[in-house]
C-alpha cells in the first residue's frame, strides 16, 4: 500500500544539540514580556533562559525557527489558565503556545515574542489515563500494556504524539477508514480558552467550543483532558504486506478494506524479501511498488490469509507479532533512525487528502511523473478513508464531492541542503499540478501563510472559524505558530 525508499546514506547531520540546563526562574521581564507577569504564582515555573527558549525555537520538521521569550513549565491545568488570563487582559497581550512534543512540522509550536507552554507534565503522575467503562481520560498520549486490555478505537501510526496535539489536527492511522479519526471518537474535553476560561465541552454541553477545538489547530483553546472512546484489545497480530506493481489493483483492492486495520512500516521485509521485490520492479521496467499492508488481531488462532485479492502472485510476506509491537512499530523504526543519524533532519512533509475519484491522476502525474527519475529518501504512504467517519460539525476539512478520499502523505528525509531544497521545489509542484487538474485536495497538518489562503482551505467553514475565534479567543493569543490570525480578530466580511 506503499511505495517504500530506504534510507540509503549515512550523513552528518549538524543539529541543535540542547543540553537540559538548570532551569531557573528570571527576574527581569525580558524583551516584550510585561514585567507584572513574573510576580504571579507561576511566576517560579516560568524560564527565560536561552537554554529553555533555544528547546521551545523549532520542531521536528526543521524548517522554521523562532525563539519565544519564555518557556512556562506546567504543573497545572490552573497555571495555564493563569498565564492565558494574564496575557489577555495585558494592555498588550503577548501569544501562547502549548508545546507536545515538538512534532510540528512548521513552526505551530513556536511562539516568538511570547510564551511557550509545555504541556508534557500533563500526562504524568495520577496516571495519564483512567479507565471507565470502556472510556479514558488521557492527559497525554494512548496508554500502553497494563491491565485490561483495551486500547482506543483509533490509534495514530505514531504513538508518542501529545493528546491534545493529535486532536488539534484529527489523528489518523491505520484503523481510521473504519472508525474515523481519533476526533471521532472523542467524549469531552476539558479546554482553557483564549480569555483563560476552564471550559469541560461535550457533543451536548457547550458543544461549539467542542466542535470547534477538534481539528482546531490550536486556534480556540488548549485541551487539558480528553475523554476517549476505547474497544476490547486482542493479545496477536497478523500483520501482512502485499505487493503490487499495478496501481489499479492496488486501488481497487485497497477498498477492500473490511479484511485490514493497520498502519505502514520500513522495517517490515527481510534483505531476500527486498531482493525478490526488486526483481518484480525491474520485471514490470518501474521502480513503484505498491503494498497493501493489513493487520488482523486474534487470540488465539491466527487468522488464514487473504485471498480474492489481486497483488503479484506470491508476492505476500507475513509476519506475527504481539499487539503491542504492532502498534509501537513506527518507534522502532525511530530508533533506526536515530541510530543513523537521519532522525534530526529537515523533513519537508507534505500530506494531502485526494478525492478518491482523482487518485489515479494523482498517481499518474506525481508518482509516474514528477518522481519519475527521483529517488528521495523517505515514505510515502497511501490509504483511503471513508467520508461519513469525519464529523462535518467539526474544524478538520476533508475534500468535497467523494465519499471516499486517500490520505497521502510524502514523507520525506532531507539528508542535505540540496535535498531541502529540491525537496521544497517538488512540494509546490505537486501541489501546482493538484491545482492545475483541478484535483480538489485538502492539505492534512495544513500550513498556510495567509488568510487568503486558510480561507481557501477550510472553504464554507471559514466565517464559522472567525465567530469561533472572535468568542473563545478574541485576543489572537493562542497558536500563532499556525499563522492564522492576528491582532485583531476582525469578523468576516
Ligand atoms: C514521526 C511522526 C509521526 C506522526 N504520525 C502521525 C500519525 O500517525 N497520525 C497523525 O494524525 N499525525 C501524525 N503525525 C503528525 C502529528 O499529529 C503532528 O505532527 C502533531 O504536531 C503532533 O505533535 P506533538 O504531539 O509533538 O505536538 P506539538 O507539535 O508540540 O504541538 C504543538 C501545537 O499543537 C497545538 N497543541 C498542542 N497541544 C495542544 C493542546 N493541548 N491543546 C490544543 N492545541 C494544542 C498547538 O497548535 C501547538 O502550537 C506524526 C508526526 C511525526 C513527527
Given at each position: 500500500m506503499a511505495r517504500?525508499?530506504?534510507?540509503?546514506?549515512?550523513?552528518?547531520?549538524?543539529?541543535?544539540?540542547?543540553?537540559?540546563?538548570?532551569?531557573?526562574?528570571?527576574?527581569?521581564?525580558?524583551?516584550?514580556?510585561?514585567?507584572?507577569?513574573?510576580?504571579?504564582?507561576?511566576?517560579?515555573?516560568?524560564?527565560?533562559d536561552r537554554n529553555s527558549t533555544a528547546k521551545a525555537s523549532t520542531d521536528f520538521g526543521h524548517m522554521v525557527q523562532a525563539a519565544p521569550e519564555a518557556v512556562l513549565h506546567l504543573a497545572t491545568p490552573a497555571d495555564i489558565a493563569e498565564l492565558i488570563r494574564f496575557s489577555a487582559s495585558s494592555p498588550a497581550?503577548?501569544?501562547?503556545?502549548?508545546?507536545?512534543?515538538?512534532?510540528?512540522?512548521?513552526?505551530?509550536?513556536?511562539?516568538?515574542?511570547?510564551?511557550?507552554?509545555?504541556?508534557?507534565?500533563?500526562?504524568?503522575?495520577?496516571?495519564?489515563?483512567?479507565?471507565?467503562?470502556?472510556?479514558?481520560?488521557?492527559?497525554?498520549?494512548?496508554?500502553?500494556?497494563a491491565g485490561a486490555?483495551?486500547?482506543?478505537?483509533?490509534?495514530?501510526?505514531?504513538?508518542?504524539?501529545?493528546?491534545?496535539?493529535?486532536?488539534?489536527?484529527?489523528?489518523?492511522?491505520?484503523?481510521?477508514?473504519?472508525?474515523?479519526?481519533?476526533?471521532?471518537?472523542?467524549?469531552?474535553?476539558?479546554?482553557?480558552?483564549g480569555t483563560g476560561e476552564m471550559v469541560t465541552c461535550s457533543g451536548a454541553k457547550n458543544s461549539d467550543l467542542f466542535f470547534a477545538v477538534l481539528g482546531g489547530l490550536g486556534q480556540f483553546g488548549v485541551i487539558t483532558?480528553?475523554?476517549?472512546?476505547?474497544?476490547?484489545?486482542?493479545?496477536?497480530?497478523?500483520?501482512?504486506?502485499?505487493?503490487y506493481s499495478n496501481v489499479a489493483n492496488f486501488t481497487k483492492d485497497r477498498l477492500k478494506r473490511t479484511l485490514f486495520e493497520g498502519p505502514k512500516s520500513t522495517q517490515f521485509f527481510l534483505g531476500a524479501d527486498i531482493t525478490k521485490l526488486a526483481g518484480l520492479a525491474s520485471r514490470f521496467g518501474s521502480s513503484t511498488i505498491y503494498y497493501i499492508e493489513g493487520a488482523m488481531y486474534y487470540n488465539e488462532d491466527?487468522?488464514?490469509?487473504?485471498?480474492?485479492?489481486?497483488?503479484?502472485?506470491?508476492?505476500?510476506?507475513?509476519?506475527?507479532?504481539?499487539?503491542?509491537?504492532?502498534?509501537?512499530h513506527v518507534c522502532e523504526e525511530e530508533m533506526v533512525l536515530r541510530s543513523a543519524g537521519v532522525w534530526d533532519v529537515t523533513h519537508p512533509w507534505l500530506n494531502l487528502f485526494i478525492p478518491w475519484s482523482r487518485i489515479l491522476d494523482f498517481d499518474a502525474g506525481v508518482f509516474k511523473c514528477i518522481f519519475r527519475d527521483?529517488?528521495?529518501?523517505?515514505?510515502?504512504?497511501?490509504?483511503?478513508?471513508?467520508?461519513?467517519?469525519?464529523?462535518?460539525?467539526?474544524?478538520?476539512?476533508?475534500?468535497?464531492?467523494?465519499?471516499?478520499?486517500?490520505?497521502?502523505a510524502l514523507?520525506?528525509?532531507?539528508?542535505?541542503?540540496?535535498?531541502?531544497?529540491?525537496l521544497h521545489r517538488d512540494n509546490k509542484t505537486e501541489l501546482a499540478f493538484c491545482e492545475k487538474s483541478g484535483i480538489e485536495y485538502k492539505q492534512y497538518l495544513p500550513?498556510?501563510?495567509?488568510?487568503?489562503?486558510?480561507?481557501?482551505?477550510?472553504?464554507?467553514?471559514?466565517?464559522?472559524?472567525?465567530?469561533l475565534k472572535m468568542k473563545y479567543d478574541p485576543q489572537a493569543i493562542l497558536s500563532p505558530g499556525q499563522r492564522m490570525f492576528s491582532l485583531p480578530v476582525e469578523a468576516a466580511s
Open positions: 517504500t525508499r530506504f534510507v540509503g546514506l549515512l550523513v552528518l547531520t549538524i543539529f541543535l544539540c540542547l543540553v537540559a540546563g538548570q532551569l531557573r526562574p528570571s527576574v527581569a521581564a525580558p524583551g516584550g514580556l510585561p514585567r507584572d507577569l513574573f510576580s504571579l504564582g507561576i511566576a517560579s515555573r516560568i524560564c527565560t497581550p503577548f501569544p501562547v503556545a502549548p508545546l507536545g512534543k515538538g512534532h510540528s512540522g512548521r513552526g505551530q509550536t513556536l511562539a516568538p515574542g511570547g510564551v511557550v507552554v509545555d504541556m508534557r507534565a500533563l500526562g504524568r503522575g495520577r496516571g495519564a489515563v483512567r479507565r471507565r467503562r470502556r472510556r479514558a481520560a488521557v492527559g497525554r498520549r494512548p496508554p500502553r500494556g486490555r483495551a486500547r482506543p478505537a483509533v490509534c495514530t501510526d505514531y504513538l508518542h504524539l501529545t493528546v491534545g496535539r493529535t486532536l488539534s489536527n484529527a489523528g489518523i492511522g491505520g484503523q481510521a477508514f473504519r472508525h474515523g479519526p481519533q476526533i471521532a471518537s472523542v467524549h469531552e474535553l476539558d479546554v482553557i480558552t483532558r480528553a475523554r476517549i472512546g476505547f474497544e476490547p484489545a486482542l493479545k496477536r497480530v497478523r500483520w501482512v504486506r502485499l505487493a491466527a487468522p488464514a490469509l487473504v485471498d480474492q485479492l489481486n497483488f503479484e502472485p506470491g508476492f505476500v510476506f507475513a509476519k506475527d507479532v504481539t499487539y503491542e509491537q504492532f502498534l509501537d527521483a529517488n528521495p529518501a523517505g515514505l510515502i504512504l497511501m490509504y483511503p478513508m471513508n467520508k461519513d467517519r469525519w464529523d462535518d460539525q467539526m474544524t478538520t476539512v476533508t475534500p468535497t464531492n467523494d465519499d471516499v478520499f486517500y490520505n497521502v514523507l520525506w528525509l532531507a539528508l542535505s541542503a540540496n535535498d531541502v531544497d529540491q500550513h498556510r501563510t495567509s488568510q487568503d489562503r486558510w480561507l481557501r482551505h477550510f472553504g464554507v467553514k471559514w466565517s464559522r472559524i472567525i465567530d
